[in-house]
């Protein structure tokens, strides 16, 4: 399949250089050229089949082109070692666990099937071939390539994170690892981050001297699987009897997973519409209101991976519906919560139904509990274990909070990570030196 730049200035791509590049040459994101529909028959009987045949499914349709049909199987059925369970909190609201994976978190998901898919490319290419993997991280990305990645031959990922802004729990699940891992600590936000990363692909020297790509959502390898979820949120929902008007709530902060299930919605998944769960960092809900787009710095939030003030998937939305704000605005609503009010939302949900709630997910399952119409049905995304955000959800709760043994594993390991100013100049000097 043909890949163009959402910038319309960049030759068109494979997929293989989509994935290898990451970003258009005119600083555009990846864009399929066409989205496949998927049979009647596949979501007549969608209910029977397990996570892994829809995923494998849903990947056929994205990447059957490119990758041989037993190679891809194995990707998405390594990729897949764990389950997301739709979880029923009351009536007609679910929970889908995407908390399941080794990082805790849903971006085991795109992490993994792109490290396997990045490394079956470089297997095709011959020995001695390297990349290099840039990522700039608010909390959750960081941890999820940087396990997903781990060990890969040919592969060296370089995680950017904003100093003290995301949780020794998230930090430690990056900067722990060594082997092919380097965690960059930077005096920054993590919108500094997400740009000397951006700079990084821009440098003619620095990508002529080393083979640069990213592992954030703006990597169409990343994002595009995270659509395998949505549908089997679905099926999950069609056994239970509850298929009928189904709305989803995603936390948004860069806006990749959101996208993932637009691009579901376009290949004939039976969602109604979307909600878009803001935390005080809303441009997206002001552009929803009032039809104009106006990125600014982040603010520091306890929902930290929503912290994102530009997000870089908002051009892949604008490019789906044509640059229609009508047609946006038809399928996608929005909401923003403040800090008080997740806190609230975490302790009225465990007080009342006995589900504890990460920050991120309260976000979720308060838009669904404040803006489900009759007869509707709602699930959320239930983005990372409540365990990452110990302080914030034991403080709310009153409570001690268990933490699972795979992240305790991390918590005993030694922190390793460069320091390092937000200047461009610093990061390229210290990529040429490696």
Do not use: W
Not at 81 to 101: M, R
Not at 217 to 244: E, H, M, T, W
């Amino acid at each position: 399949m043909i890949y163009y730049s959402t910038n319309g200035q960049a030759p068109d791509a494979t997929l293989a250089e989509a994935v290898v590049k990451g970003l258009a040459s005119d600083k555009g994101l990846f864009m399929p050229e066409k989205i496949k529909p998927l049979s009647q028959e596949f979501f007549d009987n969608i209910q029977d089949m397990t996570f892994q045949e829809i995923a494998f499914e849903v990947a056929n349709a994205f990447f059957g082109e490119d990758i041989e049909c037993e190679t891809l199987r194995k990707i998405v059925y390594d990729t897949l070692s764990f389950d997301t369970p739709a979880v029923k909190v009351e009536d007609n609201i679910y929970s889908l666990e995407l908390f399941h994976g080794p990082t805790l978190a849903f971006k085991d998901v795109g992490a993994r099937f792109m490290a396997r898919l990045l490394g079956h490319f470089i297997a095709q290419e011959g020995e001695g071939r390297e990349v290099n993997v840039l990522v700039a991280t608010s909390g959750d990305t960081g941890s999820a390539v940087a396990n997903g990645f781990l060990g890969v031959p040919g592969i060296k990922v370089y995680v950017l994170y904003p100093h003290a802004k995301v949780t020794e729990i998230q930090e430690k699940q990056f900067t722990t690892l060594g082997q092919n891992i380097t965690a960059i600590e930077v005096e920054g936000t993590f919108d500094d981050c997400q740009a000397l990363v951006k700079s990084a692909f821009m440098d003619k020297e620095l990508n002529e001297a080393m083979k640069l790509t990213s592992a954030n959502s703006i990597n169409v390898a990343r994002f595009l699987p995270q659509a395998f979820y949505y549908f089997y949120a679905y099926a999950q929902l069609k056994k239970a009897g509850k298929a009928d008007n189904v709305v989803c709530c995603v936390p948004s902060g860069n806006f990749g997973n959101i996208t993932a299930g637009l691009f579901g919605k376009r290949m004939g998944l039976p969602i109604k519409r979307f909600i878009a769960a803001n935390n005080r960092n809303d441009v997206f809900l002001e552009y929803l209101n009032t039809g104009k787009y106006n990125p600014r710095p982040s603010v520091a939030t306890i929902a930290n991976a929503m912290d994102v003030g530009d997000p870089s998937n908002f051009a892949r939305i604008l490019a789906l519906y044509e640059n229609s704000h009508q047609a946006i605005t038809a399928e996608i609503s929005g909401v923003s919560y403040n800090d008080e009010e997740i806190r609230q939302t975490i302790k009225e949900a465990y007080t009342r139904t006995g589900y504890l709630l990460d920050p991120h997910g309260a976000c979720g399952y308060r838009a669904l509990c404040e803006k489900l119409s009759e007869g509707e049905v709602g699930f959320f995304l239930e983005t990372a274990h409540p365990a990452k955000f110990l302080n914030t959800v034991e403080e709310v709760i009153g409570e001690q909070v268990a933490i699972p043994e795979r992240l305790q594993a991390f918590m005993r390991g030694t922190k390793e990570s460069v320091m390092m100013k937000p200047n461009f100049a610093d990061l390229k000097e210290f990529l040429l030196s490696r």
